[in-house]
């Protein structure tokens, strides 16, 4: 017991074996089942709120998008977008995933199931593990494209109660507020916040209705 | 412990002293990052248009240092004087003490610029650059340096040189110290390849969650808990100057850490869509953890029965013990947080930040900050500059942390009622406003704490007159 081999051996590899064995290896078992999708079969799907950031801002997207709202072009946004997701750190302070506790099901949408998370952009997860902010994985369709714009540029014009940074990095001339439009990245970011959870039909409630329903901000 | 003839010094004084300046300086770094990103919660962040400064990277900057910074680097240089005193052997040769310590630094420094620049890893705590794209170890697609593969290197380099003196003494049976500190090499550079390659590569999604779940906790139970508890093993008993209270204590200490401690895991993601078998294995085996730590708590204050006076006079003892009453807290807080009714309410708020400020902070920072106040004088051959700051030192960073750990409690707790009532979110953030401006405040007390002494390390080492010397009376 007190023996370097013994604690080298049975400590440092057996008893670590064996947690990866029943804390990692044993779920990817059990999951192992479920069918993994590629980022080309997402992307064949472009999303129209993808369509609609083409026509808000015609001249950005022609510059950085060049191919037009094709699935090369979507695949391109989605990945730039969950890379800027990744770079700025919002998984810090937003989760993706909605438990089946503390009314979130009705708060955000329908609990969360292993298989939304076999997929291409799950490399690695972004569950995150604290919300300052609201849970995004049902957020599609929850604000519109122009709530987004307005609140990458500044959160507190659109929430006054708002701790999120500004993002004015996600836009071209942003000196320039006047002919401030969104960038490479901007588009990027919006395309992918409105891709997460747009694979859900339905939603009992969403956050703009709930807010409503009880007098909010 | 044979005789045996030193061509060099059995320790090298100098490493140590870099490492501990190092990672004072580090703590720094990470300090000033927690500091700015508590301002962004006031609304008052200095500056919002600055894209390498933007809140979300200082905040990875900050729990990175922290752990990478500041543990890691007082860590390797208190190991650096322990285990060649445990051993009776110096370390594996003179210069790779250097290099490990310049390699270390240039990768504190690469992940600090790659975390600015946007090229963080998607890894809590590991946000440390891997340099290639996820999903992809194309090399024309790589954006940055591999700083995680710079991290493995140097922890097989550690491994190396601190395995050898405990392999070459061949004792029959090692003190306490070397059986964390055998363990938790093997166990770092194992957990740290698991988390940062794994989900980053091959296990997407939920199964991809359990193994980054099992990356944060092993950080903390298989690095950060077995060398802290391998140096207070190695630490309290010379100072009070009297052997563990209890040998057979001791043991199961080590024994059940290794067991239970990374069966923990899963416990990062409780009602997640991983399955609930290992939920529930990690929520069981997290509540096992606490009766170890028991033992362990038990074994150290019973070894100071008899000896509380140096509690108050001795200020490592004191640091070391004020730890162990924080690490008591902070697991007896785990085991009943993990519960997943209480999961229900805590999860995703302040609760678990505060949780984490006591860990990090309150316990291992505790211990590493004695351990730098005890060695300081011996590494630099001065008395302290003066002993007065280093006591403003330990209150005001004692005081902070209590406030800052029950100030986030209580407004975890806030939180979590709000959301589970259905109340609009932005209550949420409305009624944690208060509670963030005492968060920053108890985080400068921290800070201006940690500032003092770095400044008290730098006069001692310059070898400045003691401060506050009794005035010499003319003869």
């Known amino acids: 017991m007190e023996r370097f081999s013994t604690v080298f051996l049975v400590a440092g590899v057996v008893f670590f074996g064996f947690s990866v064995w029943v804390m990692a290896w044993l779920p990817i078992t059990s999951l192992q089942g479920i069918p993994h999708t590629s980022l080309d079969v997402i992307s064949e799907k472009v999303s129209p709120e993808f369509a609609q950031l083409a026509e808000m801002f015609p001249d950005s997207f022609k510059k950085y998008y060049p191919a037009g709202v094709t699935p090369a072009s979507f695949e391109k946004a989605l990945r730039r977008g969950r890379d800027t997701y990744v770079a700025e750190a919002c998984w810090h302070c937003h989760s993706q995933f909605i438990r089946p506790v503390s009314n979130e099901a009705i708060r955000f949408g329908p609990v969360s199931q292993a298989g939304e998370y076999q997929n291409d952009l799950e490399f690695p997860h972004l569950f995150g593990t604290r919300r300052v902010g609201p849970d995004l994985i049902r957020e599609n369709g929850v604000h519109t494209n122009d709530w987004h714009v307005a609140h990458f540029w500044n959160p507190q014009d659109v929430v006054p109660t708002s701790v999120m940074p500004r993002y004015p990095w996600f836009f071209d001339n942003a000196n320039d507020p006047e002919n401030a439009t969104l960038n490479e990245r901007g588009i990027a970011i919006i395309t992918y916040v409105q891709w997460l959870g747009s694979w859900v039909k339905s939603y009992p409630a969403t956050l703009y209705n709930l807010d409503a329903a009880n007098g909010g901000v | ?475």
């Open chain 2, 1 to 475: 412990m044979a005789a045996q003839t030193l061509e060099r010094p059995l320790v090298d004084e100098g490493i140590v002293k870099a490492f501990f300046a190092a990672g004072m300086l580090f703590f720094l770094v990470s300090l000033t990052g927690g500091f700015l990103f508590s301002l962004q919660f006031l609304q008052h962040y200095p500056f919002p248009n600055t894209e390498w400064l933007s809140p979300g990277r200082v905040r990875m900057v900050h729990t990175n240092m922290v752990a990478y910074g500041f543990l890691t680097n007082v860590f390797l240089g208190a190991m650096s004087w322990a285990i060649p005193r445990l051993t009776g052997r110096p370390l594996f040769f003179g210069r790779l003490t250097w290099v490990i310590f310049w390699v270390w630094q240039a990768i504190l420094v690469l992940t600090v610029v790659g975390i600015l620049t946007g090229h963080a890893q998607a890894i809590e705590w590991g946000e440390t650059p891997t340099g290639f794209r996820p999903h992809s170890f194309n090399l024309a697609d790589m954006n940055w340096a591999p700083v995680d593969l710079l991290v493995v290197v140097a922890f097989l380099l550690v491994s190396l040189h601190m395995y050898t003196p405990i392999l070459k003494a061949r004792e029959k049976s090692m003190y306490v110290s070397l059986w964390y500190f055998s363990a938790a090499f093997i166990w770092t550079a194992l957990t740290y390849v698991m988390g940062n390659f794994f989900p980053e590569y091959f296990v997407p999604g939920a199964a991809g969650a359990a193994m980054t779940g099992l990356y944060i906790h092993d950080l903390v139970g298989l690095f950060v808990t077995p060398v802290g508890w391998g140096l207070m093993y190695y630490f309290v008993p010379l100072i009070i100057e009297k052997p563990i209270w209890s040998h057979g204590l001791s043991l199961i200490g080590f024994w059940a850490l290794a067991f239970f401690y990374p069966l923990n895991g899963v416990h990062h993601f409780l009602w997640s869509p991983i399955p609930m078998y290992a939920q529930y294995g990690a929520v069981i085996s997290t509540i096992a953890v606490e009766v170890v730590v028991t033992t362990v708590v038990v074994n150290f204050f019973a070894t100071l029965i008899g000896s509380g006076q140096y509690l108050r006079d001795n200020l490592p003892i004191r640091w070391f013990y004020t730890g162990m009453i924080f690490y008591f807290t902070t697991c007896l807080q785990c085991a009943v947080h993990t519960t997943l009714t209480v999961q229900k309410i805590i999860h995703f708020t302040d609760w678990v930040v505060g949780h984490s400020h006591l860990v990090m902070f309150g316990v291992f920072g505790f211990w590493c900050l004695g351990i730098i106040v005890h060695l300081w004088p011996k590494l630099t051959g001065n008395a302290w500059y003066s002993e007065r700051l280093n006591h403003w030192h330990f209150w005001l960073s004692a005081i902070g942390l209590f406030v800052m750990f029950w100030d986030l409690t209580i407004a975890g707790l806030i939180q979590g009622f709000l959301w589970q009532s259905l109340a609009p979110w932005e209550q949420s953030l409305i009624a944690s406003m208060p509670y963030w401006a005492v968060r920053a405040v108890a985080g400068t007390a921290i800070v201006i704490a940690q500032f003092l002494f770095a400044f008290n390390m730098w006069m001692t080492a310059r070898g400045a007159q003691p401060a506050y010397r009794p005035v010499a009376q003319p003869a």
